[in-house]
């Protein structure tokens, strides 16, 4: 897996010398935003999957200081927020209604139509749960994804030293 992420993953010189990148440089000297080490891949998953669940359009300019900001994996922190893509996007944040609908104990409304023109009129009333269901989810899942990376890097370590 390890070989697949950096064969995939842009070269540190690359980005570094890209020309609308450049005002971003000094950041991006720091060895850790592109290492695929166990600190770096748990830390860029716990960025990634939280930015992935916010909704905010371009996710991806929130992922990149994140990743700085924690010494993540900067390639895989943005990659990660494309888990909710144009595709996955309408369930996913359902889902995340839902689940801020029953935490705040707010009855849904059972005639949802699926358009944007439906979201727009019944904003007033759907923002609050929503909001706290993205945030939830996006909660959540940083914290599972950041451990379970460490556990998973910690249990090959363990197969590895009693095949030994």
């Not at 697949?4 to 000094?26: C, D, I, T």
């Not at 927020?81 to 935490?103: Q, R, S």
Request: include cysteine.
């Amino acid at each position: 897996m390890k070989k697949l992420l950096k064969r995939y993953s842009p070269k540190p010189h690359e980005v570094k010398n890209h020309k609308h990148l450049g005002w971003l440089s000094k950041h991006l000297h720091d060895p850790s935003l592109w290492n695929f080490n166990r600190k770096s891949i748990s830390k860029a998953f716990a960025v990634g999957l939280f930015f992935a669940f916010i909704p905010v359009p371009f996710q991806m300019l929130l992922a990149a200081p994140g990743a700085v900001i924690f010494s993540a994996n900067l390639p895989l922190s943005i990659a990660l927020v494309w888990i909710t893509n144009p595709l996955t996007m309408a369930p996913i944040y359902y889902g995340c209604y839902k689940l801020g609908a029953w935490l705040l104990g707010v009855q849904i409304e059972s005639d949802v139509v699926m358009s944007l023109e439906y979201v727009w009129q019944v904003f007033d009333t759907i923002w609050q749960p929503f909001l706290l269901g993205c945030l939830t989810v996006s909660a959540v899942s940083a914290l599972l994804g950041y451990f379970g990376v460490q556990f998973v890097y910690r249990y090959r370590v363990y197969r590895r030293s009693k095949k030994l």
